[in-house]
């Protein structure tokens, strides 16, 4: 009697005797699991490997807010007025782009709320005078 053989199977068969299988990477080597248990072993190793924070994965409004939280601190490094205005208002600007996108799912939006760039001026300049 003739076994039954899917084409996942065949394909597999066919490639281990075309030698496709030989010589590969890690052939032989054990895997490194730091926790066997843990299910999204690979999703972690996939986002090291990548180089992948995990703050890229964040919704875009969580994303603004959390760089809005940042705010003037993260811009104690410019050196000009002028470059501080520029950081504020494109931040403003990806928040009422933001505002545009559709919501999605249910339950209230998150709302990111864009920051007073004078405001944000005049905290910048008194972190610079500080240092």
Do not use: C
Not at 75 to 93: T, Y
């Amino acid at each position: 009697m003739e076994r039954y053989e899917s084409a996942v199977d065949r394909a597999i068969r066919e490639a281990t005797e075309r030698g496709a299988f030989d010589d590969l990477p890690g052939a032989g080597k054990p895997l490194h699991l730091r926790n066997p248990g843990d299910d999204d072993w690979w999703l972690k190793q996939l986002m090291e490997r990548e180089q992948i924070s995990g703050a890229e994965l964040v919704p875009p409004t969580i994303a603004l807010r959390r760089e809005a939280d940042t705010y003037p601190e993260a811009l104690v490094g410019l050196s000009d007025e002028e470059s501080v205005r520029a950081v504020l208002e494109d931040f403003n600007e990806r928040v009422r782009a933001d505002w545009r996108r559709p919501g999605v799912g249910r339950g209230l939006p998150v709302i990111a709320r864009p920051v007073d760039v004078d405001d944000m001026i005049a905290r910048w300049r008194a972190l610079r005078a500080a240092r």
